[in-house]
C-alpha cells in the first residue's frame, strides 16, 4: 500500500502495544494514535483522524466497551486485539473481528487485508 492506513491502537502493556506498533509499520501502515488506558483511548476515539482501530479489550482491568462504542459511533472499523475470548464483549460487540493474542504478523496482515479488501497491496487468491 502506498500510503498504507491510519492506525489507533489501544493497548495497555507497553512491550505489546510496540510490538503491534512495528508490525503495523512493517506492513505499510502507520500507528497516528496509541493508548493504553480508558480516558486516553476514549479522547483519541473521538477525534483522532484513523482508518482502523486495534482493541485490546481489557485495559488494566477495565474493559474496553466504552471505546470500542465511540468507534463504533463514528462508523470507524475496528478489530480487536486479545488472549480473551468474545464471551467478554458485550454481545454487539461479537460480531467484530478477533486476533487472539499472542499475535503474529502474517494473520495481522490477513486481518487488515479482508477487512479492507480493495488495498493496493492486497495479494489476490
Known amino acids: 500500500m502506498a500510503s498504507g492506513l491510519s492506525v489507533f ?9 510496540m510490538m503491534m506498533a512495528d508490525m503495523v509499520e512493517e506492513l505499510g501502515h ?3 494514535a496509541e493508548a493504553h488506558n480508558i480516558q ?11 482508518d482502523l482501530a486495534i482493541l485490546d ?5 477495565v474493559y474496553v466497551d466504552p ?3 465511540l468507534i463504533e459511533r463514528r462508523g470507524k472499523p475496528f478489530l480487536f486485539a486479545t488472549g ?11 460480531r467484530r473481528p478477533i486476533l487472539r493474542k499472542p499475535i503474529s504478523l502474517d494473520q ?18
Open 57 to 61: 479489550i481489557n485495559l488494566m482491568g
Open 30 to 32: 502507520h500507528v497516528v
Open 9 to 17: 491502537l489501544v493497548e495497555d502493556e507497553a512491550l505489546i502495544r
Open 40 to 50: 486516553d483511548a476514549s479522547a483519541y476515539a473521538m477525534t483522532a483522524q484513523y
Open 108 to 125: 495481522l496482515k490477513a486481518m487488515i487485508d479482508s477487512m479492507f479488501p480493495k488495498t493496493p497491496n492486497a495479494v489476490p487468491s
Open 84 to 94: 480473551y475470548g468474545p464471551e467478554l464483549l458485550p454481545s454487539l460487540l461479537r
Open 67 to 69: 471505546v470500542a462504542d
